[in-house]
């Protein structure tokens, strides 16, 4: 499947709209808040998987 050219990642000045974004489809899809576990923890998570080299 070829990757969609209207799509590119995250840069890192984006990443409070990233965060906000992930945390709210998080919490619909699952019924409950991320940060439960700890803010800087679900951060680190998100930075990890929206980096450069990351699918």
């Given at each position: ?9 995250s ?11 992930c ?33």
């Amino acid at each position: 499947m070829e990757p969609l050219r209207e799509v590119r990642p995250s840069r890192i000045e984006e990443f409070r709209a990233v965060e906000k974004a992930c945390a709210a489809m998080f919490t619909e899809e699952l019924g409950f808040s991320p940060y439960t576990q700890g803010v800087s923890q679900y951060r680190e998570r998100i930075r990890g998987s929206s980096g450069p080299g990351t699918r």
